[in-house]
């Protein structure tokens, strides 16, 4: 395998008047998506006595399901299936937008540090209206050889399998590196790959990434190897699938097949019925942006 691609982040306001800073790798105008992933936003480790930390309002997805994953903190998730859950270190919360679903996401009053990604998978048109739908699973860490602590969260590596249903094939996990640590992953080589360095500096086929920066793989490998080059620890998000060969429209916290989905999608939020209401929240819902003057174009990953 050659050397990785390196995705650098962007910071973006996350969430409306009271928002936090988050950095984000995916989309950019060089890559669009990894498999059907298609949003890496990575924020923290925040004091949230300095920052707030994290109140977004009520807001309305379609077309995806989001990935919450935390190092560290908490947050309260509610949204409009009556679902109120937990976001807590090492647990998945992932939530089923489909045909239209809205949630709001509060770090708690007990959150110091808040520390984490927020992830989104595109889903294919077959399934895009599919039914809302909320899944928490806790991966066990295992030991891989090398030096590593791995949780699988979505799809299967190292023996390791969740549970959790996608509609695309994908991997998601959270490793570990011990200072000095050297890792080959087997992985399915219809695969592409994105690696996300959270803290230290680890090689990627032999390229170097740092913090906050992503990794891409290519596919075609069968396996992955991971060094972690200093003398601390390393923590990293690996994910997964293969190429998503349709392209998509993504606008605000909607993702569609084409430019009139969107339209019609924000239409519906604002005038509320599609979406449902998420009880609970101390605050009014996110108004949609003003659509742009120029026509929302399809975004895909070919050259």
Same mark, same amino acid.
């Given at each position: ?8 982040? =962007?910071?973006?306001?996350? #969430? ?6 988050? %950095?984000?790798?995916? &989309?950019?105008?060089? %890559? ?45 998730? =509610? ?5 109120? +859950? ?27 540090? *808040? ?13 895009? *209206? ?7 699973? +806790? ?11 791995? =949780? ?6 190292? !023996?390791?399998?969740?549970?959790? %249903?996608?509609? /695309?094939?994908? *991997?998601?996990?959270? *490793?570990?590196?011990?200072? #000095? ?7 399915? /080589? ?15 086929? #032999? ?19 991971? /060094?972690? =080059? /200093? ?11 293969? &190429? ?19 339209? %019609? ?6 005038? !509320? ?31």
């Amino acid at each position: 395998m050659g050397d990785a691609e390196v995705l650098t982040a =962007r910071d973006v306001p996350l #969430g409306g008047p009271r928002a936090m800073t988050v %950095r984000r790798t995916l &989309p950019q105008r060089a %890559r669009t998506l990894i498999g059907a992933w298609c949003f890496v936003d990575h924020y923290g480790p925040d004091d949230v006595a300095d920052t707030g930390g994290m109140d977004v309002a009520p807001h309305p997805h379609t077309g995806l399901q989001t990935v919450s994953w935390l190092f560290s903190g908490e947050i309260e998730h =509610r949204d409009s299936l009556g679902t109120h +859950a937990m976001v807590r270190p090492g647990e998945l919360n992932l939530m089923t937008g489909g045909l239209g679903i809205s949630h709001s996401e509060v770090s708690t009053p007990a959150t110091t540090v *808040l520390h984490g990604v927020q992830l989104w998978v595109a889903l294919p048109q077959r399934h895009r *209206l599919t039914e809302r739908n909320f899944q928490h699973y +806790a991966p066990q860490p295992v030991q891989v050889d090398g030096g590593a602590e791995l =949780r699988v969260f979505l799809g299967s590596l190292s !023996g390791e399998v969740s549970p959790v %249903r996608t509609f /695309t094939p994908l *991997l998601g996990a959270e *490793l570990l590196l011990a200072p #000095g640590a050297s890792v080959t992953l087997t992985v399915d /080589t219809a695969f592409e790959h994105g690696l996300l360095v959270d803290q230290g500096e680890v090689t990627l086929a #032999g390229t170097p990434l740092r913090q906050a920066e992503l990794g891409y793989a290519a596919p075609g490998a069968a396996t992955l190897t991971l /060094t972690n =080059r /200093t003398d601390t620890a390393a923590r990293t998000i690996l994910l997964g699938g293969p &190429p998503f060969d349709e392209e998509i429209v993504m606008w605000w916290n909607f993702i569609g097949g084409s430019a009139d989905e969107i339209v %019609r999608a924000r239409r519906d939020w604002m005038e !509320g019925g599609r979406f449902g209401e998420v009880k609970g929240y101390d605050g009014d819902p996110l108004p949609a942006p003003e659509l742009p003057n120029v026509p929302l174009k399809p975004r895909g990953n070919r050259r």
